[in-house]
């Protein structure tokens, strides 16, 4: 075994946490760059926490540390989107290894199966005023969620990793099925896309299920506030220290951009694809989806504390500042 840590520890993609957690980061072609899977050290091999996208670079990553001569007990997933997920099936077939993931995850997997995700966004984005949005290239996507998990977890259950007993707690806003881990003893937290060191998470509308995003993101960082933590493990980019001050700036960034929308819709009722515009891109083409799904989520939160109102006319939803 020390033989393999010393190769493993020699290989350019992996960093050492602690003696006993590993950190793998892989390439993703899209937005964030790279992406965190974690190797938690136990008796029967690792627990590998997320497995990257589904790509020729990435499985050559993991088969290189595989020659190292470390073995696999588990797959455990944060959530199911694809950078996340994406080896999940992958691993299930060429190596064996048993995969867990969440009960809503196992949801979320199953309706991606149908492949018609685009679609929802697409006629979501069209009745916030967006026309030009049209299907992104979705290749593998009902290809990689297509198996069955071998264990499925939930809220509030102690799931082992590597051989440490953590809590899966369930916090939700990035996505309906979003867990992080949490070591009681050492005070680490797994925390997946919920908490990210240099940028703001995206909370995103996947479905019909997810009917208050921004409200569910912001109660899942009061959740992660009730556990003294002091080193998260975050999906994308580095290690956090400071958890709480984290969560404190984003949550800031978010009340700054809640403030300038209903600033923008004050005098004037406005789709959310105008004040995406607005706000995001002055006036010029739209930025990208991430921006347009923002402003939904968020004039879909500003309603619920009664800051806005919506009214559909002719199948399209406006807001405006509420009196
Ligand atoms: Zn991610």
Redesign the pocket.
């Given at each position: 075994m020390n033989k393999c840590l010393e190769n493993l520890n020699q290989l350019s993609m992996v960093t050492k946490i602690t003696e006993d957690i590993y950190l793998v980061s892989l390439p993703?072609p899209f937005g964030?760059v790279q992406?965190n899977c974690y190797l938690l050290r136990g008796e029967k091999g690792f627990t590998v926490v997320d497995t990257g996208m589904y790509s020729k670079e990435s499985m050559n990553i993991w088969d290189k540390i595989v020659e190292t001569g470390v073995t696999f007990e588990k797959i455990v997933l944060t959530?199911y989107?694809i950078?996340?997920l994406g080896l999940a099936r992958w691993f299930q077939e060429k190596y064996k290894v048993p995969v867990y993931i969440s009960k809503l995850g196992y949801r979320e997997m199953k309706k991606r199966q149908k492949d018609d995700y685009a679609d929802y966004v697409i006629s979501l984005f069209k009745q916030h005023g967006c026309l030009e949005y049209s299907k992104p290239e979705t290749k593998f996507d009902s290809y990689i969620y297509n198996f069955e998990p071998d264990g499925l977890f939930e809220d509030g259950e102690q799931i082992k990793l590597g051989d440490e007993i953590y809590e899966a707690l369930w916090t939700p806003g990035?996505s309906a099925d979003h867990f992080c881990f949490y070591h009681h003893g050492k005070q680490m937290m797994i925390v997946?896309?919920l908490i990210l060191n240099k940028i703001s998470p995206i909370v995103l509308i996947e479905s019909h299920h997810d009917v208050n995003p921004l409200k569910e993101y912001f109660a899942s960082f009061e959740r992660v506030k009730k556990h003294p933590v002091s080193i998260a493990l975050p999906?994308?980019g580095n290690i956090i220290e400071n958890v709480n001050k984290r969560m404190e700036e984003i949550r800031s960034g978010h009340h700054h951009r809640l403030e300038e929308m209903v600033h923008a819709v004050k005098d004037e009722k406005k789709t959310s694809f105008t004040v995406t515009q607005e706000i995001y891109a002055k006036g010029k083409a739209l930025k990208g989806p991430p921006q347009l799904m923002a402003t939904i989520t968020r004039f879909i939160y500003l309603e619920s504390i009664g800051k806005v109102k919506s009214e559909e006319i002719n199948g399209n939803i406006y807001y405006r500042a509420a009196e």
């Open positions: 993703v964030m992406v959530h989107h950078d996340h990035h997946g896309d999906g994308h």
